[in-house]
């Protein structure tokens, strides 16, 4: 072709390097080829306009779906797009490979994509050429590989610093950089949250800067597309007056990429490599895929990061806490959230110091394990507190608070009523005497001088917030030296599949066998629920339990043996139970509590005969006198020969005397059954009134009646 001569048209100079063109409509659905471009997808040699599902036959799958890809990608940052396709055949052989270079655009109002450019065969690269020709083969399969362990490990941490360590250990197939940085953006300023690779001060202007900054970060951020510099000359003639600054890190390639989230974007990653890089379409996909699952896993860390942050300042006001040290006495206290969420549920306790110079103890549980229920601890938290500090009475502590959150949760426009158990302690910490109030809640429980745990029952009315006219009668009686109280909520008995019964076995059993520190007590408590914890965990748990935790103890030492071990001191243990005229349903509970203090009695025989007779003595009392009547059973002594004594006193003047029923009488057999059963009984006049007792002692199984028929009476009473 000589000089001057007009250039020949564009389709013969394609035609003479055997390059196709080829025009593809996503709105209409169309490819429009020419002649060498359908010979190269293996169709006739004939220019013609193609639907685009016969020319995606043509592809191997996995390859249009890439094509797909990068057009989007290529059309956001506005470059020119390239990639690689396999052609195959009506039976799916590989014909050929072709390169297809292409500039797409994107109509925002139709919604479609106008996608012009060129194709034309080249040659497979060998596998050694894999990386310096990433496009097909083992490189796509060592990216899709890469792609997936990155998402898996990205979709797994959980804060902040977490994806920094990720991001840090990210190695991309066939190029990786050699320095991270990661910003985020937060009102007019771009913030450093973690690099790697590069060494920042904390006083760097790379730290913290403006937006409006002519810096490539900035730039991503103000305008959601990436900047790709592929050398020193192209970074220093578009950013020249941030260049000096980052000439000293010695790179030769940058990549600055968006983190967009839900069309927001928060911040920017960079990606600094120590060689110059091309930057081709398939490492931008890869740099952009990377980005989107960084930008996933920051939003959700972020998030994390924020409910952390919440739940520490929930917990910071809300959690409980121990005041003070109570002269004479000793407390410990452990309280374990629900697993995962806010690691504040409804679970509560607190130690209030009185205006007489006594101490509340307090243990709640509010219905719920959500938000709403931590508030509203919060909430009836601080008007217990504010009942006490003003002097009023346990009963009337909890009046006053079941009246207070009746009026908060029964709003007709919150339409959530909720109520809570709560269990108030008043203790005289001079004289060891404690006043209990309680309100639906589980009774405490006492550890009694040599080891033995008992449920103390005690007067109770309804939960709060359920009725704001309920009463709350107090319960009295005094903590021994030696002896330990346990409040609990119903986490710590039920969780792991068990019911009050079992669970209070499992929890005795831990009492029984842990004597001294009381702080160890309560750890063994915890652990015997979930495991090992801290004091008053707050910190994330690996578990996740039913039902919160809540365990408050108070111990009074022993005042004249607490330097002997505990092995050596002396086995005695005794329960004392009042029952009114007006409390029969008591006698139920009398004898419960009898068999509590028998639980490791060697003979089940002579268990059921106390039993029978505690019955017995505390029924006549209620039928025969209009007194009440006073429990005592004490058990002394060493395994296998204990003895059980058991005292019923009352102020009635008439003494009791034995009686012969015939068969159809109702009564007039219990002096028969305490002289057959027991292995001695008496009764003895006090000052005012008398008192009934027996023993037995253990292993001996009673004696026969003089006529041989005691075996029977005593079978047909018990």
């Known amino acids: 072709m000589r000089t001057g001569e007009p250039l020949p048209a564009v389709e013969d100079v394609l035609a003479a390097l055997a390059t196709g063109l080829w025009h593809w409509d996503t709105a209409t659905g169309l490819v429009t080829a020419d002649a060498e471009a359908a010979r190269l997808i293996g169709l006739p040699p004939e220019p013609g306009i193609l639907s685009e599902a016969l020319v995606r036959s043509r592809f191997h799958p996995v390859d249009w779906n ?86 898996r490990a990205l979709a797994e941490a959980r804060s902040t610093e977490e994806v920094l360590r990720v991001a840090a250990g990210l190695s991309m197939p066939g190029f990786s950089p050699d320095g991270l940085v990661l910003y985020g953006a937060k009102g007019d300023r771009l913030t450093m949250l973690g690099h790697h690779g590069q060494h920042i001060g904390e006083d760097s202007p790379f730290s913290s800067m403006p937006l409006e900054t002519d810096y490539p970060a900035a730039e991503v951020v103000r305008t959601g597309r990436a900047v790709y510099l592929s050398s020193p000359e192209q970074y220093k003639s578009r950013y020249p007056v941030t260049w000096p600054l980052a000439e000293r890190f010695g790179r030769k390639s940058w990549a600055f990429l968006p983190l967009t989230v839900a069309g927001r974007t928060m911040g920017a990653w960079m990606a600094g490599f120590a060689y110059q890089v091309s930057f081709t379409p398939d490492e931008r996909s890869v740099l952009t895929t990377v980005a989107r699952m960084l930008a996933q896993a920051l939003s959700r860390a972020g998030i994390a990061d924020s409910e952390r942050e919440l739940t520490d300042g929930l917990q910071r006001s809300m959690l409980p806490t121990l005041g003070p040290e109570i002269p004479g006495m000793e407390v410990a206290a452990r309280y374990i959230p629900t697993g995962g969420g806010l690691q504040v549920g409804g679970d509560w306790y607190d130690m209030i110091p009185l205006p007489s110079g006594r101490y509340a103890l307090v243990i709640g549980d509010v219905q719920g394990h959500d938000v709403r229920a931590a508030g509203l601890m919060g909430q009836l938290r601080i008007a217990l507190r504010a009942y006490a500090s003003e002097g009023h009475r346990p009963d009337a502590v909890l009046s006053r608070a079941s009246r207070f959150l009746h009026g908060i949760t029964y709003d007709e426009e919150i339409a959530d009523p909720r109520f809570a158990t709560c269990l108030y302690v008043e203790a005289d910490p001079v004289t060891g005497v404690l006043e209990i109030a309680r309100a639906g809640h589980l009774d405490p429980a006492i550890r009694i001088a040599d080891g033995t745990m008992l449920g103390r029952p005690t007067a109770g009315g309804l939960p709060l917030g359920i009725d704001p006219d309920a009463d709350y009668p107090t319960t009295r009686f005094v903590l021994e030296p030696g002896e330990t109280m346990m409040m609990c909520t119903d986490g710590l008995i039920e969780t792991g599949g068990h019911d009050i019964e079992s669970g209070w076995r499992r929890i005795r059993a831990t009492m029984e066998e842990h004597d001294g520190d009381l702080e160890k007590l309560a750890d063994a408590l915890v652990q015997a629920v979930h495991g090992p914890s801290s004091h008053h965990t707050t910190g994330p748990l690996t578990d996740r339990r039913e039902d919160d935790i809540a365990v408050l103890l108070l111990s009074r030492p022993g ?160």
Request: glycine share 10%; no cysteine; aromatic share 4%.
């Open 559 to 718: 005042t004249d043996r607490g330097d002997e071990p505990f092995a050596v001191r002396p086995r005695v243990r005794r329960t004392l139970l009042s029952v009114a005229q007006d409390e029969p349903e008591r006698v139920a509970e009398a004898r419960q509590q009898l068999r509590e203090l028998l639980h490791d009695w060697g003979s089940p025989d002579q268990l059921d005969s106390a039993v029978l007779l505690v019955s017995e003595m505390l029924t006549n009392v209620l039928v025969h006198t209009d007194v009440d009547a006073l429990l005592l059973a004490e058990v002394s002594g060493q395994v296998p020969e204990r003895r059980l004594r058991v005292e019923v006193t009352d102020a009635g003047d008439d003494l009791p005397h034995k009686r012969r029923p015939g068969e159809l009488a109702s009564s007039g057999r219990g002096l028969v059954l305490i002289e057959l059963l027991a292995d001695a009984w008496g009764v003895a006049p006090r000052g005012e009134g008398k008192s009934i007792w027996f023993e037995l002692y253990e292993g001996n199984e009673g004696k026969e009646s003089e006529d041989g028929e005691g075996e029977g009476l005593r079978g047909e009473g018990v």
């Open 66 to 151: 890439e094509n797909t890809s990068i057009t989007r990608l290529a059309a956001i940052e506005g470059t020119l797009g390239e990639v690689r396709l396999r052609v195959m055949d009506e039976r799916g052989r590989l014909i050929r490979t072709v390169r297809s270079r292409f500039r797409p655009v994107y109509d925002s109002e139709e919604r479609v994509y106008r996608v012009t450019g060129t194709i034309q065969e080249v040659t497979e690269p060998s596998p050694g050429a894999a990386a310096q020709h990433p496009v097909t083969g083992d490189w796509r399969r060592s990216r899709e590989a890469f792609l997936l362990d990155a998402g």
